[in-house]
């Protein structure tokens, strides 16, 4: 099964023919939201809204290993993650969608592994490539299929927020190799990695980031909310057609 996680702007999928919703109690405590089942085209999907349906939990809040947990219980082998982002590199647009390849991981503070040690064994996972390349693929099959114009590579920078960054901290986003910014990709991808659940970002460009173009001066959070009404459109679209053509 299918799952997408959404993400600012992205509360609930309007094309999901909603069968149930289940509370889902793992050893981890509450995930974010009851999972929402149901189907796209006649195909299961399961729906998990990452910062809660009233968008009520911050990113440094979010208990991610919840969340990744719940959704392994629920039989899920693919995971959708939709993300907002700014970019810090001149690639991208705002609006655009991206498809990141890369990810460098500055959060602090965060439950990160399911692997705390304690009575267990000590576990090495590799994360050399930590989105799944099949997955990767299939989205940019789709994205051509449904004319959806998506950049193929990126950087994540995942940052702890939920404070914006400094134009100066968004200088050494750019020095280390990133070229977008946001708050919840780690530990999301690392987590389905260690459950061996396939996982890609969909990332939404919903602004400049800090010192770069138009927020130069500063970041405008009203412009964000404004761009994520329009991109989710997009995203939308994506997710159907991914659904559509999933073998």
Not at 37 to 49: E, K, N
Not at 79 to 95: C, D, Q, R
Not at 151 to 169: K, N, Q
């Amino acid at each position: 099964m299918l799952a997408i996680i959404g993400g600012s702007g992205l509360t609930r999928l309007s094309t999901l023919a909603v069968a149930r919703r289940e509370v889902i109690r793992t050893p981890y405590g509450e995930p974010s939201s009851a999972l929402v089942f149901g189907q796209i085209g006649g195909r299961d999907v399961v729906f998990l809204a990452r910062h809660g349906q009233g968008h009520t939990i911050p990113p440094h809040r979010v208990n991610y290993r919840a969340n990744l947990w719940a959704l392994k219980k629920c039989g899920v082998a693919s995971i959708l993650a939709v993300a907002s982002v700014g970019a810090v590199g001149g690639e991208y647009a705002v609006g655009d969608l991206v498809l990141p390849h890369q990810l460098i991981d500055y959060t602090t503070g965060r439950e990160n592994t399911f692997f705390d040690g304690g009575d267990r064994e000590v576990v090495h996972v590799d994360f050399t490539h930590p989105y799944t390349a099949q997955l990767r693929q299939r989205c940019l099959a789709a994205a051509r299929s449904a004319g959806i114009p998506v950049h193929d590579a990126g950087v994540y920078a995942a940052v702890s927020g939920p404070r914006l960054e400094t134009a100066a901290e968004i200088d050494r986003l750019g020095r280390d190799g990133a070229t977008m910014v946001g708050m919840t990709g780690m530990p999301e991808a690392a987590l389905a990695r260690e459950l061996g659940v396939a996982y890609v970002t969909i990332a939404v460009v919903v602004n400049h980031a800090a010192g770069r173009g138009d927020s130069a001066l500063a970041v405008s959070v009203e412009g964000i909310v404004a761009v994520l009404e329009t991109a989710m459109v997009k995203v939308r679209s994506l997710i159907d057609q991914v659904v559509k053509e999933a073998p």
